[in-house]
């Protein structure tokens, strides 16, 4: 299944233009009719956003989503940190997005607040890929 | 070797490898440095110092490793 979502964007920056309440709730809905189709739902179940969100069309552009919940993450600094979304620029019209599992587990109310930054996230995918190929791998030093 | 293929190779997801190669994510434990040593066909040596630690191997002759990079410095600002 490809998610496929729409909304008002520059085509350039692919960043969203500025929208009304009603017209986010309509981005919410695009994405609402398309996981539970012929059901009336206000909350989306996490997991099947996480599933629906492998492939998806944003405003036209085919993006993919990665997904790492194996381990810990880390903030840069080395502080363990919830989850992180990126672009790499290598890996072009593909996102990644990796969850602390270890954090995350046994915290139910985490959930909720996971969903919210899975959804907000529709409206930065587009931005965040909007990179050059650069196909190098380096470690520290 | 694109970071998809290197991903699958030895065994981790992408999002993880990514961060890795970014250096957003701490340096990787020791079987993964060794996996991606010989996934890429590079000395392990050399990803472990690029990870900023001895190789396993040496790790437990630190106090020799130290004695011999003292002595091999104190040779070379002896020139």
Known sequence: MTLAVAYAHDRSSREPRPMTTQQIWGVADQVRRQLAPGRSVVCLDLERLIRAAGRMMINGIAIATHWDFERSVHDGRGREALGVTEADPALPNIVLISLNAKLIAEREYLTNRLGLGASRNLFCFGVAVNGNAKPVLKLWG | ?79
């Open chain 2, 1 to 79: 070797m694109t970071l998809t293929e290197l991903a699958r190779r030895v065994e981790v997801s992408i999002a993880y490898l990514s961060r890795i190669e970014r250096e957003r994510e701490n340096p990787p434990p020791d079987h993964l440095v060794s996996a991606l040593a010989r996934a890429l066909d590079l000395p392990a040596d050399d990803l472990f110092a690029a990870a900023r630690r001895l190789p396993p191997d040496l790790r437990a002759r630190t106090e020799d490793v130290i004695a011999v990079y003292r002595q091999q410095a104190a040779r070379r600002a002896s020139r």
